[in-house]
């Protein structure tokens, strides 16, 4: 046991800063009997250092403390954290962006309305399309998350062992999961949603399925359904697109040196878009599947 003045000196920070991660629940010092002073065990030297070292990342301290409290996983928490800190440099970049446009030399000179009016511009039109990308994206993530696949270390012969699979893949991948029925097709619960798992073997060995119970169901948090089914049409016509130019690139590099390649790659073309109005029409409106 050592006291707060050496935990200071050992991990580098200020005793005041000790204090208040105390205060915020990231750590919980004993007391000594006789005079109620703190005392520092090793674990608690190793949580500090742990604090500094992503606090130093800039780290928050109601992440920090869900890490502490196995709520998520170390590899949830630093990718949470890559997230914001790619957010503000992005925004860092913009922001200098901004300030080497700016020529004037006197405050007096300096035309605000106008650069205010420049900057909600920008703006604007960075959020039109950052709304886009992060809704487009929440929909690609929910797709992968309505079915989904790995490969076990074990047979998953029983019970038992397919549930210990599940949970080994569930730590590793930093999902909440809640085993609700053990069977060789077990029913399990991922963030209060409800999903099957099925084992088929192939050459490469065994493969785990799992699947939403009820898919039709889901909507990503935060979304509104009818913008949630037109961009989950979206990303599933976009796949056989990409095919499609893919298997046609030969005649698009060739069709302004022969004429008849024109022809064939507009004809198929005008039906493969004939193909995807119709499918929008019939079904893109009110998509659910």
Not at 17 to 26: H, S
Not at 85 to 90: A, G, P, S, T, Y
Not at 198 to 214: A, L, P, Q
Request: charged share 30%; proline share 3%.
């Amino acid at each position: 046991m050592i006291s707060i003045k050496e935990a200071a000196r050992i991990t580098g920070i200020a005793e005041q800063n000790i204090r208040y991660y105390e205060k915020q629940k990231l750590l919980t010092p004993g007391r000594n009997a006789a005079n109620s002073y703190r005392e520092y065990t090793g674990e608690d030297l190793r949580r500090l250092k742990l604090i500094r070292l992503f606090r130093s990342l800039d780290m928050p301290i109601s992440e920090i403390r869900k890490l502490f409290e196995d709520e998520i996983s170390l590899r949830e928490a630093v990718n949470r954290q890559c997230r914001r800190l790619k957010e503000e440099r992005d925004k860092l970049d913009n922001a200098f962006e901004f300030c080497s446009s700016i020529h004037e030399s006197n405050l007096s000179q300096l035309d605000v309305d106008a650069y205010l009016d420049k900057m909600e511009r920008e703006e604007k039109k960075g959020s039109v399309f950052s709304d886009f990308a992060k809704d487009y994206l929440a929909v690609i993530k929910s797709e992968m998350k309505r079915e989904f696949s790995f490969m076990p270390e074990a047979m998953c012969g029983n019970p038992r062992e397919f549930t210990e699979e599940l949970l080994k893949f569930a730590r590793h991948e930093g999902m909440n999961i809640v085993i609700t029925q053990e069977s060789l097709s077990p029913r399990f619960e991922i963030d209060g949603v409800e999903y099957r798992a099925y084992r088929t073997s192939g050459r490469f060995g065994i493969t785990v399925h799992c699947e939403m119970v009820h898919p039709e169901d889901y909507i990503p948090e935060g979304m509104q359904e009818k913008k949630y089914y037109r961009y989950r049409f979206l990303s599933i016509i976009a796949l056989p697109v990409l095919i499609f130019v893919t298997a046609n690139l030969w005649l698009i590099r060739d069709m302004f040196s022969d004429w008849e390649s024109i022809v064939i790659f507009a004809g198929a073309l005008a039906v493969f878009i004939a193909n995807l109005c119709f499918l929008y029409y019939c079904y893109g409106k009110n998509y659910k599947g």
